[in-house]
């Protein structure tokens, strides 16, 4: 069977542009969960330079996904639409329409992918969790010049509680 060009823009506006679209946006909310969990870590881990250059690699990509999302929509819509026009507006068009088969003419017209929400700026220090509580960024460690000292004070102070319950 051969396709006219009418056959396939309703082919590629009904199923194939809006199949492509759906992957994209549940890729796009897969990256975004994980996105989240970097995040998190990230801030656990103190936030460190490298961390946040990922988490900015990853918001650029994320950002291209499901900028991806939309612009499937648009593009599945667009096709239709021109496809509709060339109908209304061309003998060829509509004697194609006729022609073509049911399955695919009376298919409805499928919904706009989900586009998945919006992040903002993963790389800035901190990040929001899963239940919308603040993840603080875990502080830098002291230099371990400040460690020593305080070891050594702590071991001081545990003598000496150890020295007076001996005594008493």
Known sequence: M??????????????????????????????????QVFDEQAAL?????????????GGVT???FRNAVTTLNNCATAVLLSA???VQTDDGARADLAAMDASL???????????PPEV???QTPGAVDEDG???VTTPEPGSAADD?????????????????????
């Open 133 to 135: 509580d603040v993840v």
């Open 84 to 86: 509709d026009h060339y």
């Open 148 to 168: 020593a000292e305080e070891r050594e004070l702590n071991e001081e102070i545990s003598r000496q509680i150890h020295n007076h319950e001996n005594r008493g």
């Open 2 to 35: 051969v396709e006219t060009n009418l056959e396939r823009m309703y082919r590629a506006g009904k199923i194939e542009i809006p199949e492509f679209a759906d992957f994209v946006s549940r890729a796009s909310n897969d990256f975004y969960a994980a996105l």
């Open 120 to 122: 903002t700026d993963p």
């Open 62 to 64: 994320y950002t291209s």
């Open 105 to 115: 003419r009376d298919l409805p017209i499928p919904g706009a992918a989900e586009v």
């Open 45 to 57: 881990a103190g936030d460190p330079g490298f961390l946040r250059s990922m988490l900015e690699i």
